[in-house]
């Protein structure tokens, strides 16, 4: 059964990412249509899949971490405005059978991302 799963790594701390907030959305007709909000864990992931069975289906998605709250709150001393406030991964579901695992590594300055199993 195919399901799509995330979490959230804190680089500048060296910790999981935990109490961000993320939405998810599916992207139709270049419209996005909002899906879910969830919250990390002490883990930095989420408790269970955004998705799964037959509520994953194949398509283009988009999830936002808004970090930039988290990084405040850790970091007091960052400039306004925030140089990365909510992250945006945009990625496409070929085949929903599959493990989508779409995880964010971050800091307050960058991010990258990486299809994980």
Request: net charge negative; glycine share 10%.
């Amino acid at each position: 059964m195919g399901r799509l799963t995330t979490h959230v790594l804190d680089t500048a701390n060296g910790i999981p990412g935990q109490g961000i907030r993320i939405h998810l959305y599916k992207v139709i007709d270049n419209q996005r249509q909002h899906l879910l909000e969830k919250l990390t864990n002490a883990d930095g992931r989420c408790d269970g899949p955004l998705l799964e069975g037959d509520a994953f289906a194949p398509g283009v998605y988009e999830l936002d971490f808004l970090i930039g709250d988290y990084f405040a709150a850790r970091l007091p001393a960052l400039a306004e405005p925030r140089f990365l406030d909510v992250v945006t991964l945009r990625f496409g579901v070929a085949d929903a059978s599959q493990h989508f695992h779409v995880p964010l590594v971050a800091s307050p300055w960058s991010y990258s991302t990486y299809r994980g199993s």
